[in-house]
């Protein structure tokens, strides 16, 4: 199993149901990644069975990432149109 990291457990509890759904075996953790304490900033992994291509194509649409997945996004961030200005 390869894990899918969220930092939101929402996002990974979506997307389990997603995976379930359509047959795949999950089991859902959080980690802490070197030097971490705080239990709260730990991030949620997913793990799944089987990994495939149909498991990474849903990872972009759920807000996880992959540990070594140096891909861009497609689409970049909308950025403002203006500045911002700030308010006294």
């Known amino acids: 199993m390869r894990g899918i990291f969220f930092d939101s457990d929402d996002d990974a509890e979506e997307l389990v149901k997603a995976l379930e759904s359509e047959g795949y075996t999950t089991s859902l953790r959080r980690e802490a990644f070197a030097g971490e304490e705080d239990w709260e900033d730990r991030a949620w992994v997913l793990l799944v ?40």
């Open 49 to 88: 069975e089987p990994f495939d291509d149909r498991v990474v194509e849903m990872v972009d649409v759920y807000g996880g990432w992959l540990p070594g997945d140096d891909r861009l996004p497609e689409d970049p961030p909308e950025l403002p149109g203006e500045p911002k200005r700030l308010k006294d």
